[in-house]
């Protein structure tokens, strides 16, 4: 019997790498008739740098993040996935969508862009790829690639 998963979570961030995510995971939810869950989480480390907390930012962050989800429920529904739900959340993204999410929403699946992080980067801050993998409580696939299964095109301009 092949496995087919239930519940499918794919963390989305506005970046290149969490669109070939997502793309990829409403293809596995379709294949498995599937829920996918669409999860954003808005980082409120990113905040306490400003002296004093503007409530703007969170708002805007939160109405960004609304209309990002919104448009990938569309594309899902399109493409015949019909069970979909949308979850912002705050915080720290890395226990939010290696633990929390999970547990909150019986995922079988977490889908997650590759790092988007430089070499520094990954040694100074770490990814939520790299911590997802190591501590989520069910299987986690890494998205490298197009629907083509090719490498997208490397932007030359970044360090």
């Known amino acids: 019997m092949l496995q087919q998963y239930q519940r499918i979570m794919v963390a989305v961030d506005g970046s290149s790498e969490s669109e070939l995510a997502f793309k990829k995971a409403v293809n596995v939810a379709q294949r498995n008739d599937s829920e996918l869950v669409l999860a954003h989480v808005i980082d409120t480390r990113a905040f306490q740098t400003v002296s004093s ?10 109405e960004m993040a609304k209309q990002t989800l919104k ?12 069970a979909v739900k949308t979850v912002i959340e705050y915080g720290s993204p890395k226990p939010i969508i290696a633990k929390q999410l999970p547990e909150d929403h019986d995922i079988d699946l977490i ?6 992080l430089n070499a520094v ?4 801050i770490g990814s ?3 911590y997802v993998i190591r501590h ?19 932007d030359h301009t970044k360090a």
């Open 136 to 154: 989520a409580g069910c299987d986690v696939l890494v998205v490298r690639t197009d629907l083509e299964n090719k490498l997208p095109e490397k």
């Open 111 to 116: 889908m997650i862009g590759a790092t988007g």
């Open 53 to 62: 907390f503007d409530g703007m930012l969170a708002e805007q962050a939160t």
């Open 121 to 124: 980067e990954r040694i100074f």
């Open 71 to 82: 448009d990938y429920e569309d594309y899902a529904r399109k493409h015949q996935v019909t």
């Open 128 to 130: 939520v790829s790299e």
